[in-house]
């Protein structure tokens, strides 16, 4: 016979054995779903981090792009102004214009004189500058393999051609970001001095470098256009003259990138300087070349030009 109160018992203790079960699943379930919701929010607030400080990396990038050409204008700008305060102080051309201007650039000295206008503008500087703008948001910056070009690329700009491995990584180590990096910069060469007429007038002359006014310098027998380009030694693109940078050096050869004024002799004789019966084209008054040359008609008599400058200034020989 069987034991009604013990059969009894054990329904109730088997049916709350399987609400122990059913809870212990269920809290096991919950847990499970935590850790597993956990670890999905985790992810996703490390991928929001990586997202943001690689958005800030880009945003550094651009930066860079935009202020890294804006300092190798100013540097190469206050370059070529030291190369004319040498030319002017020491009364002679510069030497090897491109080992200088590398000398300046990544040394912030010339003839192996430290030069205070550099400081700051240095290839050194330059890197400092950003990195100093990259520790706001974290980040650091390297420049390796840099190389820096000067050139005339036309009459009346001078080019800079830099190079360099570009670095920049994040402090944290969540990302960085690297590739060969390269741009071109242009110096107007308007307003700085002529080298040519600095040292052949021994500094008593001085003439800015200013593209002329005129479109056209003589109509019929009216010279009018002519007179006022060669007063105030108005500046022309010539490809018998030298250019710019070829100036800075002491050369007076044909350049397709050249330029060329005209010697304004009263200038020179009001200041000293002894004039001389030639063609007044600068490259040529300046040089020991002497070709033929003629006065020119409606012009002053101590005016001359050579034949291979007749037609560009629409004159003819008096």
Request: aromatic share 14%; proline share 3%.
């Amino acid at each position: 016979m069987v034991n009604r109160g013990s059969s009894e018992k054990m329904e109730i203790n088997f049916k709350m054995d399987k609400r122990g079960i059913f809870f212990s699943v269920l809290a096991i379930s919950l847990l499970s779903l935590f850790i597993l919701s956990y670890g999905v929010y985790s992810v996703v607030q490390e991928r929001e981090s990586i997202s943001k400080r690689i958005s800030s990396m880009n945003n550094f990038v651009f930066l860079v792009e935009e202020d890294l050409p804006r300092q190798l204008y100013i540097s190469g700008y206050r370059i070529i102004f030291l190369f004319e305060k040498e030319i002017t102080e020491s009364g002679d051309y510069i030497n090897d214009l491109n080992s200088s201007f590398e000398d300046c650039f990544f040394n912030g000295s010339l003839n192996d004189v430290e030069q205070e206008l550099m400081e700051g503008v240095t290839f050194d500087g330059i890197v400092d500058s950003l990195n100093q703008k990259g520790s706001k948001v974290n980040v650091n910056l390297s420049l390796f393999n840099p190389l820096i070009r000067i050139y005339q690329s036309d009459p009346w700009n001078v080019r800079l051609d830099f190079t360099c491995d570009l670095f920049i990584y994040d402090r944290g180590g969540l990302a960085l970001w690297n590739r060969s990096y390269s741009h071109s910069v242009y110096i107007p060469i308007e307003n700085f001095e002529d080298p040519l007429y600095v040292v052949e007038t021994g500094g008593l002359v001085v003439n800015e470098i200013n593209k002329t006014i005129y479109s056209g310098f003589v109509s019929g027998e009216d010279v009018f256009n002519l007179t006022g380009h060669v007063v105030n030694s108005y500046y022309v693109a010539s490809d018998l003259g030298p250019s710019f940078l070829d100036r800075l050096q002491g050369r007076f050869s044909a350049n397709p990138n050249g330029i060329e004024s005209l010697v304004y002799l009263p200038e020179l004789s009001s200041q000293g300087v002894s004039v001389k019966d030639k063609s007044c084209v600068d490259y040529i008054y300046f040089s020991e070349n002497s070709p033929s040359s003629c006065n020119i008609n409606g012009m002053s008599s101590w005016f001359k030009l050579d034949s291979a400058h007749l037609s560009k200034y629409e004159v003819t020989c008096a």
